[in-house]
């Protein structure tokens, strides 16, 4: 703050992140979404493919979802480890290339889908073909070699990895049970790394060891070719994390929990128009007092591994840095929470001093109030703008073209929205009206008719969904928040990835022209 001229007029302070100069153009699509013979999307020739359909637009952003381990309900926002890679997306097709594995070792992983991931068949074929590569690492283990230094890695990683394996090892030893069902002495990472078990939890330490090695050196070189291409890659963190993860079982402190490990508060959202219950999503809340004490040593931490696999990250529910709907771990719903501070500006802060001009995004979607939006002002990161939410209402909407600013990321739909063909069919005439009349359009193609406004927008970037280029209606939406049935398993196939290359390729790399998105 300063004064103006003597005159005392308080002026606004500069923003902590002011990255956002270049306009930029991109397509949301998560690895699993890929065409693979394994039964859900791999790092495997597909993931180059698709990097080589971006460059072939002039787009140079790639956006996906969370890269971890994925728990109940196979959801990315809901990972056994804030840190780790999701085993699913290693190529095992590039590790029998390297003569570990047989073809007839992914014979059961080829029976699967391949228009969709179906997880209860793929986790039953998956971990056999993992266990296999660790029997056979184990009788050659001078072959990780063609894959980098596996000690090196362990070594660099070791302060989550020697948690996460050990958590991962002793969930299987107890029979997929969460952490807080273990054995007292096994609940607590510190007491259970000095405990005898059987030499089958060692084993498996390895073998989550081994996994991890694979994804991470996959990950390096799928970045590294989409670095050579023009291409960056933007990741997310979820702001909370699972309760039964290694995130939670190895660092109690920071999290509202009591002596016995139980949350005694958990987050969640109000009630609303939407739902009148309020959303009861039971993630562990932060103990951000003593985070504070640390200078945030574990978000740093794992902000600094988010940039070792992305160019640009996106803070999920970035509300909750200002405040939060903390609700009693008891309570049967959420209309019994209350708001809670959160961090607020010295999170930001510290992230500037410990890792620099680093880019993030915020997603400022929903309920905000005056104080989340100076925390985001005063920040300076770039928001976003969803275009499915701008109709049907009037022209104040902030979510319509005209009103977006510059400091914004603007989507058609995003991996929570229903694709756009999905949304006009089953959105309201009142709302379908408003929509032909802004565009002048006669609404048969809307998905184009909102992929060229996002483009075209003041928003410094564009991103559009992969359903979208393809015009594709409701059945291939990714996501639908609230249900917990058919979500995530949505997967490109060859034919429609071949299609976007045949007809769209053109297309898109005129709207980058035009709009000034090439890379």
Request: aromatic residues 14%; charged residues 20%.
């Amino acid at each position: 703050m300063r004064g103006n001229g003597g005159l005392g007029e308080i002026l606004p302070m500069a923003p902590l992140f002011n990255w956002l100069k270049k306009r930029a153009g991109g397509v949301l699509l998560h690895p699993t979404s890929l065409p693979s013979n394994q039964g859900i999307g791999t790092l495997g020739k597909s993931a180059f493919r698709f990097i080589d359909f971006l460059s072939a637009c002039r787009l140079g952003l790639w956006q996906v979802c969370p890269l971890g381990p994925t728990g109940f309900g196979d959801s990315p926002y809901q990972c056994f480890s804030s840190f780790a890679g999701n085993p699913y997306l290693i190529d095992f097709e590039l590790i029998a290339e390297a003569g570990l594995l047989e073809a007839e070792d992914l014979a059961p992983l080829a029976a699967l889908p391949r228009e969709r991931v179906d997880y209860g068949a793929l986790w039953n074929a998956f971990f056999p073909v993992l266990k296999k590569l660790h029997a056979k690492v184990g009788k050659n283990p001078g072959a990780l070699k063609k894959f980098g230094d596996f000690e090196a890695f362990r070594q660099k990683n070791r302060e989550w990895l020697e948690g996460y394996a050990l958590y991962s090892a002793l969930k299987n030893f107890y029979k997929g049970k969460p952490w807080y069902e273990w054995p007292a002495e096994a609940r607590n990472f510190g007491s259970a790394k000095k405990l005898a078990f059987p030499p089958s939890v060692r084993a498996d330490v390895e073998m989550f060891e081994i996994a991890q090695f694979f994804f991470f050196s996959q990950w390096k070189a799928l970045r590294k070719y989409a670095f050579e291409h023009g291409v960056k890659i933007i990741g997310d963190t979820p702001i909370f994390v699972a309760l039964d993860s290694a995130d939670v079982w190895q660092n109690p402190e920071i999290f509202q929990l009591d002596k016995t490990g139980a949350p005694t508060a958990v987050a969640g959202v109000p009630p609303d128009y939407f739902s009148a219950d309020g959303q009861l999503w039971g993630n562990p809340l932060y103990n951000w007092d003593a985070l504070a004490k640390t200078d945030y040593n574990w978000w740093m931490r794992r902000l600094r591994a988010n940039f070792e696999l992305y160019d640009i990250v996106r803070l999920d529910h970035f509300r909750g840095f200002y405040d939060y709907w903390s609700i009693p771990a008891d309570s049967p719903t959420a209309k019994t929470g209350r708001w809670a501070l959160g961090p607020g500006l010295a999170f930001f802060k510290s992230i500037q001093k410990n890792l620099g001009d680093v880019r993030l995004i915020a997603e400022d979607l929903g309920d905000m109030n005056d104080g989340v939006r100076k925390l985001l002002a005063d920040s300076g990161l770039p928001g976003m703008a969803v275009l499915q939410f701008a109709f049907g209402g009037d022209a104040s909407n902030l979510y319509l073209p005209h009103n977006i600013g510059s400091n914004t990321i603007a989507y058609p739909g995003t991996h929570d929205n229903n694709t756009c063909v999905g949304w006009y069919n089953s959105t309201s005439e009142h709302t379908r009206d408003h929509f032909r009349r802004y565009f002048w359009t006669d609404g048969k193609t809307p998905h184009w008719t909102l992929i060229n406004a996002a483009f075209k927008a003041h928003a410094k970037i564009a991103v559009v969904a992969m359903q979208d280029i393809l015009g594709l209606g409701e059945a291939a939406r990714f996501n639908e928040p609230g249900t917990a049935q058919r979500n995530w398993q949505w997967r490109l196939t060859d034919a429609q990835l071949d299609e976007a290359f045949a007809s769209h390729t053109g297309t898109l790399r005129e709207l980058a022209e035009l709009s000034g998105r090439v890379e």
